[in-house]
């Protein structure tokens, strides 16, 4: 499967953005798809799942409760709704597919468990 994420950009802090991650290629509802942001110099950083019902998303506790997580099967696409954003949201922001379609409670995956990768999208929250 192909990924392909969108709509990042420049945005203040407390602003909101939104992400799409389209993917073409294969079924989309066979996977679960992951949010996933790095600065340059850190690790990879979790930001959050879901599975291919939608049902049970999971997040970082550096962004629960701010970013939610959806996906609609029928155009292919998942979503990354981002709200009250901070500076230290900054980073490039991809999505990635895993070919298990759920994961367990409280489950984190590595990146490196991704089967699929898409170019990510840079987002820049200013102070």
């Known amino acids: 499967v192909q990924l392909q994420a969108s709509g990042g950009g420049l945005v203040q802090a407390g602003g909101s953005l939104r992400l799409s991650c389209a993917a073409s290629g294969d079924t989309f509802d066979q996977y679960t798809i992951n949010w996933f942001r790095q600065v340059p110099g850190k690790e990879r950083e979790f930001v959050g799942a879901?599975?291919?019902?939608?049902?049970?998303?999971s997040y970082s506790d550096s962004v629960k409760g701010r970013f939610t997580i959806s996906r609609d099967n029928v155009k292919n696409t998942a979503y990354l709704q981002m709200n009250s954003l901070k500076p230290e949201d900054t980073a490039v922001h991809s999505c990635?597919?895993?070919?298990?379609?759920?994961?367990?409670?409280?489950?984190?995956?590595?990146?490196?468990?991704?089967?699929?990768w898409g170019k990510g999208t840079q987002v820049t929250v200013s102070s």
């Open positions: 990635a597919a895993d070919r298990r379609a759920t994961y367990s409670a409280g489950y984190v995956p590595p990146y490196e468990s991704m089967h699929y």
């Open positions: 879901i599975p291919w019902r939608g049902i049970r998303t």
